[in-house]
């Protein structure tokens, strides 16, 4: 009788489907011109160098969330859930993390509803208590490595902070500025969720 192997999923194909690194964020990062990983990375490369999109350091990498409730429909002699006795009710997207960089523009992000004035020498962030259309954020990626060779994207849409500001310093480290940024329909009738997932591989 043959030895019976260890039974598991791996292959040599497996690390090809893993997303390694914390990856890196970034505000409304055009990467409709992409077409495969290399032309993906070349854009990124660009905006690494340009600073005007790129949001920084993070600590701990980034949790990414898409999370639906759903109700059941009752009705008298239902034994158990079945197919089409679910009906989605709310659904809530968010991209959550630690940043490293404290920045301007990063502490006006995460407030959420701010306004940044001046330049240069002296900068003020000055959080308010109403929301501008000019708060949420049209397009908030998070790019990770995928494999040897390919990228992963992430891009929530409308994002806007809801945790506000919740700095914490320490001795011997550095200070951080957690987020919590959630996603936003772009209006009532919108039947999709503002987040998509993209995957760019090798050009064939």
Known sequence: MADIGMITPIRAESFE??????GMMLKNFNYASAT?????????ETAKEEGT???GATKGGVNIQS????WNVEA?????????????????????????????????DVLGVADKTGEGAKI??????????????????????????????????????????????????VGTLPFEFVGHADDVSS???PIKILFFGVAA
């Open 53 to 55: 999109s790129l949001m």
């Open 67 to 70: 999370v639906p409730s759903f």
């Open 191 to 193: 039947t999709e969720l």
């Open 124 to 173: 003020t962030v000055q959080p308010r208590f109403s929301i501008k259309p000019g708060d949420y954020i049209p397009s908030l990626v998070w790019v990770g490595n995928h494999g040897s060779d390919g990228i992963v994207l992430v891009d929530l849409k409308n994002a806007l902070c809801t945790t506000g500001l919740n700095t914490q310093t320490t001795d011997k480290d």
């Open 36 to 44: 495969d990983a290399a032309t993906l990375a070349q854009l990124i």
């Open 17 to 22: 489907q893993m997303i390694f690194g914390a």
């Open 76 to 108: 008298d002699g239902m034994r158990m859930p079945f197919v089409g006795s679910k009906r989605p009710d709310t659904a809530e997207v968010k991209i959550t993390g630690t940043l490293v960089e404290y920045t301007p523009d990063n502490v006006k």
